[in-house]
């Protein structure tokens, strides 16, 4: 169950919002890093996921997570480079099948406009007058 919930972050371009604890957030609201960062997060848990199921009982989850990772290189995945933190993630992911991703937002105004509300609201009225 749980590498078919990793796997579906794959199946359309919005089902990894499934994933993030929470799933207020909307698409834009997260970088194109940071969607890459989870879209490769979840399939190197599969790919240790999958190596535990058929090695486990002869290999430790460790050597699961170790597999996973040189197998993900193959495929272009090199956001990690250690086994504990694969398995980090898994601790994570395992509770509620989900992960915490906390995003910031961003002021739509530069900070001197958001601290200078009366030049923000002339330009906007200057630019209303103006550039109709």
């Known amino acids: 169950m749980q590498i078919d919930i990793l796997n579906s972050v794959n199946e359309m371009p ?12 909307a698409d ?21 996921l999958c190596a535990a199921k058929e090695k486990m009982p002869f290999h430790t989850w460790e050597n699961c997570c170790k597999d996973a990772i040189d197998e993900g290189k193959h495929f272009g995945v090199s956001i990690m480079s250690c086994p504990c933190t694969v398995q980090n993630w898994y601790a ?12 910031k937002k961003k002021d ?12 923000c609201q002339s330009i906007q009225q200057y630019a209303c007058k103006h550039l109709n």
């Open 92 to 103: 994570e992911f395992r509770e509620k099948c989900t992960f915490q991703m906390y995003i």
């Open 108 to 119: 739509k105004l530069s900070p001197f406009l958001n601290d200078n509300k009366d030049i």
């Open 14 to 25: 919005l089902s990894y919002i499934d994933l993030i604890e929470g799933s207020e957030v």
């Open 28 to 48: 834009e609201d997260i970088s194109k890093y940071r969607k890459c960062w989870l879209h490769q997060k979840c399939l190197i848990l599969s790919l240790a």
